[in-house]
C-alpha cells in the first residue's frame, strides 16, 4: 500500500465544472508536488511544494490551480478544463525538494484517472 | 539539458528467463531512480543508486550505476509475472533551471507464462 493517499480514483469532468484533487501524506515529507501522465508517457512535473511554498510551476495553465493548506495536504482545483487535460495525475512527496545530493526518493500515489468531457 | 535514454522501449520475456534494462545519461548522474509503473497506477520506487560502482539488489532485482556515473541497468533473475510493467529511470537533474525529476521515457515489460 502506497503511504501517499490520493482522492478521489477516477474523475469524470464537464468543461465548465469545478472539482479538485486531493493528496495527503504522513511520513513528514517537506515537498509535494503534482504530475501528469498521459499514456505512454513518462510523468511531467507540474507543480512543486517545499515547506507549503510553492516553489516550481512548470508553466501550468491557470485551470489547474495548486494549493498546499499544511504539510501532509496537497490540493489541486480544477477549473474549465480542456479534453486535452485528460490523463493521470500524480501526487508525490519527499523528505526535501529536489536537489543534486538528494537522497531521498519520491513517494508516489496511485494517482487519479481525470477524463473530461 | 539532462536527457535520459532508455533501452529497449519494450521487451517480452519468457517467465524464468533474465533480463537486463538499461538507461543512459547525457550528463553525469547525481542520483539515479528506478520506479516500476503498472499500468494506471502510480510509480512505485524499487532503487536509488548516487556513487560510481553502486549495486543494489531487493528480491530479484539488481541494479547498478557504472564508476563513470552516466549508465544504469536494472537486471530481473527468473522473471515473474509480477515483475511485469513499466519500468522507468529518473535522475536528479536541472530543466528549466529547475532542479527536478528528469524521466527515461520507460521500458515496457511483459512475462509470457
Known amino acids: 500500500d502506497t503511504e501517499v493517499t490520493q482522492t478521489p480514483k477516477h474523475l469524470v469532468m464537464g468543461m465548465t465544472n469545478k472539482k479538485s484533487l486531493k493528496c495527503e501524506q504522513h511520513?513528514?515529507?517537506?515537498?509535494m508536488y503534482w504530475y501528469k501522465q498521459k499514456a505512454k508517457k513518462p510523468p511531467e512535473l507540474m507543480f512543486v511544494?517545499?515547506?507549503?511554498?510553492?516553489?516550481i510551476n512548470e508553466s501550468v495553465p491557470s485551470r489547474f490551480s495548486p494549493e498546499c493548506p499544511n504539510s501532509s495536504l496537497l490540493n489541486l482545483h480544477l477549473h474549465a478544463l480542456q479534453p486535452e487535460d485528460s490523463a493521470l495525475y500524480l501526487c508525490a512527496s519527499s523528505q526535501e525538494n529536489l536537489q543534486p545530493s538528494y537522497n531521498s526518493p519520491l513517494h508516489f500515489g496511485n494517482g487519479t484517472r481525470l477524463t473530461v468531457t | 539539458s539532462q536527457e535520459l535514454e532508455q533501452s529497449p522501449q519494450s521487451l517480452i520475456v519468457q517467465e524464468g528467463k533474465n533480463l537486463t534494462i538499461n538507461c543512459t545519461s547525457s550528463k553525469t548522474l547525481y542520483g539515479l531512480y528506478w520506479y516500476k509503473q503498472k499500468y494506471g497506477e502510480g510509480l512505485i520506487f524499487l532503487m536509488m543508486l548516487q556513487k560510481g560502482g553502486e549495486e543494489k539488489s531487493h528480491e530479484k532485482i539488481t541494479a547498478k550505476l557504472d564508476e563513470k556515473k552516466q549508465q544504469s541497468s536494472l537486471h530481473i533473475t527468473a522473471s515473474q509475472p509480477s515483475h511485469a510493467g513499466i519500468y522507468l529511470c529518473?535522475?536528479?537533474?536541472?530543466?528549466?533551471?529547475?532542479?527536478?525529476?528528469?524521466w527515461g521515457a520507460g521500458t515496457k515489460l511483459i512475462i509470457k507464462p
Open positions: 511520513m513528514g515529507h517537506r515537498a
Open positions: 529518473g535522475a536528479a537533474g536541472v530543466m528549466d533551471s529547475n532542479y527536478q525529476l528528469i
Open positions: 511544494y517545499s515547506y507549503e511554498k510553492l516553489s
